[in-house]
């Protein structure tokens, strides 16, 4: 495209954007331009208020047409988010887009700097060096790679099975991986939903049984992801089936083995109802579990445990032969393109904080431990019953609880003030006590949030500002006797008040999963500093990560409703099948690649590469890499003793010539 | 150091997907540190050659700094691990050329780490001033003087030495 450069004759353009008051608030920009204006090759110099505007864009173009511009450099923002647009505007002024450099003023300059004269100098500084870098810069093409059209889903809670869901009704192909036995996540153990009131079962079961029936969908529940290696278009993953003693296939859900198993009497804690009622060994996590079959718990079966058993079930089962105590754990490998990690989150644990009696007192209990008292399907049949039996006559919810609190968590759990309405709500309709709602403010920003307070208001449910200081269950009143009392700073009347109640619902915050800092490693993604997921860009990449190819979806990303789970996994969905229907994946030019003259073929190189991209040749006894293998990291480039690797993008000279010009301005 | 307008300049290299990023995030946070270090943006740690370290002394800087991602996060699995390896190799020869261990310094900071780059580079920054200038540049020349100078008598003793040997 551009052959003046063969002559030697480099011909620069530097524009400075003052991206508003962004930059130009901090560093002088017309300064910086009239001292790049002076360094040799340098053709013209500008400061533009947007660079990155159309007319910005277009000022690039311009003056390449009437300046015959060889080389264009931009000082504005960070290249992660317009070297792209301005690569394009170069691009499309008919130059090579690889002619270009970006320096990054705002970010790592104006917006970290407040001294003036020193801000401009490292714009100066920084400036210099892209210019004498861009000088070295060659005409590149983006290389094209296929893309496997398949996708990956992590994590089968709402978000997961609306982003499997979506994207195999779009005709792709989702494996969609679920540790637990059944799909469902946390909306499974919902009784309602705020703001409507509608019941969770009725929206969520459909859409689980959908994902089994789907022809797109392979569901692998009792599974997880032990490895992932490729890159964009072309992940492989291996993932492993846990043994749940029980053929999917073959295994109807008629539960009658669960009747025959030689435990009587249920006896273990029930995950899924939060241990409040008790299973066998042989169990379904819960009634509309999907799959519909049973598990087989290896911890507490004496046949998986001790090989000795009656093996009653296995009658119970006889010739549908389900049940299937041979089986082993498998992994299994499969290809996809991308991949949508949901992997939700995880409760506060309550007793952290000691001041509220969880664990000490039996009648305080979990927001999400009384959502299952108000289920019908719960361990109460949809009553809400006290420890001995009996109904409250009066209930108080503690909100932020591992929430908005500097000892444990910082952040706002967004949802527990609306579910701690919705169970307050309940608790209304399903008895007569009394509620009253401790909380710091009541934050219901949503769509029919505010109205749903309205009307917790005039349902009569109390709500007294201020955070409980603690839970005591020492009376110093006739009236507080047998009861717990709340102590709390009622913020808006101005004194300490004493509340009594029968029972106390904790609304505990989220929290990231427990082993986020492996699946995060796993999938090569980064995490903010309370270990939720990182997003590419707060606002404009919310569900992309920094590894092409996988999103975030849903509350790993960080505490999320049930609407902003689902718009979430829409997004994603969409993100990847943008990729997909693409067709393929643009790759940086950024490969390594040998001068055959100068290598000497001593092989150092050849172990250092993590892709196996460099091998050597039989025939010339030299270095040669596969450039469809190489990621472009440089790691060989740095070790080569004879200099005979080089890096698009990234040649030694254009690093020297870097290193010279942020050195040079004084 | 009898400057009293002297400030230290220091050389950043920084891997695009933890370090780079982290500096952005620096950014978008309006966290302010000090204006020492220009940033020049690399894939990875592993493709500082030590040469661009040395290159970056030689030409006046009085620092240099590195940044990649934690030891198991490097978004091409290992080379964080190779930059650490190669780091310790070069320490060595620093140290014999009398260059003082904080005025080279490799740091991992993650992507969400924009308070780290913050800490980092004005820790580095303060213990370089306290240094005072490096000077290479200027020594570099004046050695080059000393050996220009000295290059007849010293042929006597090096022979010595080879004798020995």
Redesign the interface.
């Known amino acids: 495209m551009n052959t003046q450069n063969k002559n030697g004759e480099v011909r620069i353009g530097f524009y400075i954007c003052h991206c508003g008051m962004n930059i130009a608030g901090v560093v002088d920009c017309p300064s910086v331009a009239q001292y790049i204006a002076k360094l040799p090759g340098v053709v013209v110099s500008r400061d533009y208020k947007y660079m990155c505007s159309d007319p910005g864009q277009e000022l690039i173009r311009q003056d390449i047409r009437e300046h015959k511009l060889n080389r264009v450099v931009v000082a504005s923002c ?3 988010l317009h070297e792209h647009t301005f690569r394009n505007a170069v691009e499309s002024g008919g130059l090579n887009p690889f002619y270009f450099q970006m320096v ?1 003023i ?4 104006s ?5 003036r004269a ?2 401009t ?2 714009a100066r ?2 400036a210099r ?1 892209a210019i004498s870098r861009v000088r070295f810069h060659r005409a590149l093409e983006t290389t094209r790679a296929p893309i496997n059209p398949d996708v990956l889903v992590v994590g089968g809670g709402i978000s997961g099975i609306h982003a499997a869901t979506t994207m195999a009704n779009a005709g792709k192909k989702v494996f969609l991986v679920e540790r637990e036995p059944s799909i469902g996540g946390q909306m499974a153990k919902f009784d309602k939903t705020f703001p409507t009131l509608d019941c969770a079962a009725c929206i969520l079961t459909p859409k689980m049984s959908a994902v089994r029936s789907h022809k797109n969908i392979t569901l692998w529940t009792y599974s997880e992801v032990v490895k992932v290696e490729g890159y964009v278009g072309n992940y492989t993953v291996t993932v492993k089936r846990k043994p749940r003693y029980v053929n999917e296939d073959l295994c109807v859900g008629c539960l009658e083995c669960i009747q025959a198993c030689v435990f009587k009497e249920p006896k273990f804690a029930d995950e899924f109802n939060m241990g409040l009622s008790k299973r066998k060994p042989i169990y379904i996590p819960f009634t509309q579990a999907v799959p519909p079959v049973v598990v087989i718990d290896p911890e507490r079966c004496l046949q998986v445990r001790t090989g000795k058993c009656k093996k009653t079930c296995l009658e119970a089962c006889a010739d549908r032969q389900a049940i299937d105590f041979t089986q082993k754990e498998e992994l299994v490998e499969i290809k996809v393109g991308n991949i949508i990690i949901a992997t939700g989150f995880k409760l506060f644990d309550a007793k952290r904080i000691p001041q509220y009696g969880y664990g000490l007192y039996p009648n305080v209990i979990t927001a999400i431990e009384l959502e299952r008292f108000v289920t019908s399907s719960g361990p109460t049949g949809g009553e809400i019953v006290m420890r001995d039996g009996h109904h409250p006559k009066s209930v108080g919810f503690i909100l932020c609880v591992g929430s908005r609190d500097m000892k444990t968590n910082r952040w706002c759990s967004r949802t527990c003030c609306m579910h701690s309405m919705k169970l307050a709500q309940l608790v209304r309709e399903h008895t007569d006590a009394d509620v009253t709602v401790f909380y710091m403010d009541i934050r219901a920003p949503g769509k029919g949030y505010e109205e749903f307070y309205d009307k917790s208001l005039k349902e009569g449910i109390q709500f007294v500002r201020g955070r409980v200081a603690e839970v005591t269950d020492w009376a110093m009143a006739p009236e507080e006797e047998g009861k717990l009392v709340i102590r709390v700073e009622d913020t808006l009347a101005g004194f300490v008040r004493r509340v009594p109640v029968d029972m106390i619902v904790l609304a505990t915050g989220m929290e990231p999963q427990a082993d986020s800092q492996e699946v995060r ?1 796993l999938f ?1 993604m ?4 309370e270990g939720w997921f ?1 997003e590419k860009h ?1 606002k404009l990449a919310p569900v992309s990560t ?2 092409d190819g996988v999103f975030i979806a849903g509350c790993c990303q960080g505490p999320k409703d049930i609407p902003d789970s689902i718009a979430q996994a829409g997004a994603a969905a969409a993100e990847a099948m943008a990729l997909i229907d693409k067709g393929y994946i643009e790759q940086e030019p ?1 490969t390594a690649y040998i001068v055959e003259a100068d290598c000497s073929g001593c092989k150092s190189c050849i172990p ?1 590469c ?2 196996t991209a460099i091998s050597l040749d039989d025939a010339t006894q030299k270095a040669k890499i596969n450039e469809a293998l190489c ?5 060989c ?3 080569c003793p004879s200099g005979s690797i080089r ?1 698009n993008l ?1 040649e ?1 000279e254009e ?2 010539s ?3 010009g ?3 301005y004084v | 150091m009898s400057d009293p307008n002297w400030q230290p300049r220091i050389v950043a290299f920084f891997c695009n997907w933890c370090t780079y990023t982290a500096a952005d995030l620096a950014g978008v946070s309006r966290i302010k540190y000090a204006s020492n270090a220009c940033v020049i943006r690399l894939m990875c740690s592993g493709r500082v050659d030590p040469q661009f370290i040395l290159d970056a002394l030689a030409k006046g800087a009085d620092g240099v700094l590195i940044g990649g991602c934690h030891p198991g996060d490097c978004h091409y699995g290992e080379g964080n691990y190779k930059t650490m390896r190669r780091f310790q190799m070069l320490r060595r020869l620093l140290r014999d050329m009398g260059i003082e261990d904080q005025r080279v310094r490799l740091e991992w900071i993650s992507a969400s780490e924009g308070e780290r780059v913050k800490t980092v580079i004005n820790d580095m920054v303060e213990q370089v001033r306290a240094l005072g200038p490096l000077n290479l540049p200027q020594h570099r020349a004046e050695w080059d003087g000393e050996m220009t100078s000295s290059t007849e008598p010293a042929g006597q003793p090096a022979e010595q030495e080879a004798a020995h040997a």
Do not use: M
């Open positions: 960070s290249p992660s990054n705002r970010e790592h300059d917006w970290v700097h407040t001294d020193q801000a100098a490292k500084a920084l060096a490693r090569n980064s995490c903010g500093s990182l707060p920094f590894t950024n250092l993590p892709y990621k472009g990291c440089g790691t480039v740095a070790a890096q990234f030694d690093i020297f870097e290193i010279e942020v050195l040079s």
